[in-house]
């Protein structure tokens, strides 16, 4: 890469940390959740006026379009797409910082507003740079990544990938695990495929003491549960990363009082598609049978989420050969398979994407939880090395 323009990113980066420090520490103290995310949009659209980039607000409800382009840029050049996501999660944050949420109940538990702060630094970078863009510069500010159908099936449902067409996006996300200074990447797939299993089984309460009279609800959920490992365990190939967990059993009933009801709540995840259809529906297939054959009914709504995210290898490649030349090789780790989920596999089953981890543990800070978690926080040197990845990757 370009020397100068490798030290125009690092100059510029390092003048913007004390203000997108400011942001992270304004979107930290005032979370939104999913699809609600109004006072949100509205700070990004501020701070890119400030900037005097033009965008569009109320994409995908409540998100934010911008462009960066320069002189030299043709109207319809089609764009390089970044992406930082907006929303925060129903958890009641637990950190004592100056910053800490104001809102009972809602966290930025997993660094969205980092991403936006970040995004809107990177915003700036850029924009100072624009007359030296290799390609018109797309910035997605998304909503609702946390929650069904995500936020990415809105924006694209909005055109975001089009008028200019983005012919590929880059984000990126914190990672705990990782210590401040480093980043992560992954080529291929990376991310699983995420749905949701709602279930409530209806039975008969009555007397512990007489359950023949009962048909017992917490019974055919707990058989429910063990069963169903058997589809992960003898249906699924080895080979496959596969995972079926439930978190959510709930029966009110009492010592000596069987409950008419019971509730469960699990998530099934995988990374091949075919095997995804199949599964889904022995689960399916199996649920209703359990609770037939005990004499219940069921109650079941199986919610697809998102699909799994593949990286596409040349753009990774080509993004992580830029990182170790700025940063080093040292500093830049090969990361395994996840089978948690995101909805920027959204964006991956359109155009080539890469998604990239950003470390921000420092446990000589006690900054060591993980995201999700009421005491989720990050080093704050992770924004200046955010805002020059997101830069050099336009640049890659």
Same mark, same amino acid.
């Given at each position: 890469?370009?020397?100068?323009?490798?030290?125009?990113?690092?100059?510029?980066?390092?003048?913007?940390?004390?203000?997108?420090?400011l942001?992270?520490?304004?979107?930290h103290?005032?979370?939104?959740?999913?699809?609600?995310?109004?006072?949100?949009?509205?700070?990004?659209?501020?701070?890119?006026?400030?900037?005097?980039?033009?965008?569009?607000?109320?994409?995908?409800?409540?998100?934010?379009?911008?462009?960066?382009?320069?002189?030299?840029?043709?109207?319809?050049?089609?764009?390089?797409?970044?992406?930082?996501?907006?929303?925060?999660?129903?958890?009641?944050?637990?950190?004592?910082?100056?910053?800490?949420?104001?809102?009972?109940g809602?966290?930025?538990?997993?660094?969205h507003?980092?991403?936006?702060?970040?995004?809107?630094?990177?915003?700036?970078?850029?924009?100072?740079?624009?007359?030296?863009?290799?390609h018109?510069?797309?910035?997605?500010?998304?909503?609702?990544?946390?929650?069904?159908?995500?936020?990415?099936?809105?924006?694209?449902?909005?055109?975001?990938?089009?008028?200019?067409?983005?012919?590929?996006?880059?984000?990126?996300?914190?990672?705990?695990?990782?210590?401040v200074?480093?980043?992560?990447?992954?080529?291929?797939?990376?991310?699983?495929?995420?749905?949701?299993?709602?279930?409530?089984?209806?039975?008969?309460g009555?007397?512990?003491?007489?359950?023949?009279?009962?048909?017992?609800?917490?019974?055919i959920?707990?058989?429910?549960?063990?069963?169903?490992?058997?589809?992960?365990?003898?249906?699924?190939?080895?080979?496959?990363?596969?995972?079926?967990?439930?978190?959510?059993?709930?029966?009110?009933?009492?010592?000596?009082?069987?409950?008419?009801?019971?509730?469960?709540? $699990?998530?099934?995840?995988?990374? !091949?598609? +075919?095997? &995804?259809?199949? %599964?889904?529906?022995?689960?399916?297939? *199996?649920m #209703?049978?359990?609770?037939e054959?005990?004499?219940?009914?069921?109650?079941?709504?199986?919610?697809?989420?998102?699909?799994?995210?593949?990286?596409?290898?040349?753009?990774?490649?080509?993004?992580?050969?830029?990182?170790?030349?700025?940063? $080093?090789?040292d500093?830049?780790? !090969?990361? +395994?398979i &996840?089978?948690? %989920?995101?909805?920027?596999?959204?964006? *991956?089953? #359109?155009?080539?994407?890469?998604?990239?981890?950003?470390?921000?543990?420092?446990?000589?800070?006690?900054?060591?939880?993980?995201?999700?978690?009421?005491?989720?926080?990050?080093?704050?040197?992770?924004?200046?090395?955010?805002?020059?990845?997101?830069?050099?990757?336009?640049f890659?």
């Open positions: 890469m370009n020397f100068e323009i490798k030290e125009k990113i690092k100059g510029l980066s390092a003048g913007l940390k004390a203000k997108v420090l942001h992270r520490e304004h979107l103290a005032n979370p939104e959740l999913s699809y609600k995310e109004y006072e949100t949009m509205e700070y990004v659209s501020k701070a890119l006026i400030q900037l005097g980039i033009s965008h569009e607000k109320g994409v995908g409800e409540t998100g934010v379009v911008a462009i960066i382009k320069g002189e030299h840029h043709k109207a319809d050049q089609p764009c390089i797409g970044l992406r930082a996501d907006l929303d925060a999660l129903p958890i009641q944050e637990e950190n004592d910082i100056k910053c800490k949420s104001k809102v009972d809602v966290m930025h538990a997993c660094g507003d980092v991403h936006t702060s970040i995004l809107l630094g990177t915003a700036e970078v850029l924009h100072n740079l624009r007359n030296e863009l290799p018109p510069v797309k910035l997605v500010f998304q909503p609702g990544e946390e929650q069904n159908p995500g936020g990415a099936t809105l924006m694209i449902r909005d055109g975001v990938l089009e008028n200019p067409s983005v012919f590929k996006m880059f984000a990126l996300h914190v990672f705990p695990d990782m210590e200074g480093k980043v992560g990447f992954k080529e291929g797939l990376y991310m699983a495929s995420c749905d949701e299993i709602h279930a409530t089984i209806h039975g008969v009555g007397h512990g003491a007489t359950p023949h009279k009962c048909i017992d609800p917490i019974l959920g707990a058989e429910i549960v063990t069963s169903l490992q058997q589809i992960v365990s003898r249906k699924c190939d080895p080979k496959t990363p596969c995972v079926l967990s439930f978190g959510h059993f709930e029966a009110l009933g009492a010592t000596n009082i069987i409950p008419s009801s019971a509730h469960l709540k $699990g998530t099934f995840r995988t990374m !091949d598609e +075919p095997w &995804r259809a199949e %599964a889904l529906e022995l689960i399916r297939m *199996s #209703e049978k359990i609770t054959a005990s004499g219940g009914r069921l109650e079941l709504n199986i919610s697809k989420g998102y699909p799994f995210l593949e990286n596409d290898s040349e753009t990774t490649r080509a993004m992580k050969a830029v990182a170790i030349d700025f940063l $080093g090789e500093k830049v780790d !090969d990361l +395994p &996840r089978l948690t %989920a995101e909805d920027f596999s959204y964006y *991956s089953q #359109e155009i080539p994407v890469c998604f990239f981890r950003l470390g921000v543990r420092n446990e000589d800070k006690e900054i060591v939880y993980g995201v999700h978690h009421p005491k989720f926080n990050i080093d704050n040197d992770s924004l200046e090395i955010g805002m020059q990845m997101m830069s050099l990757a336009v890659s």
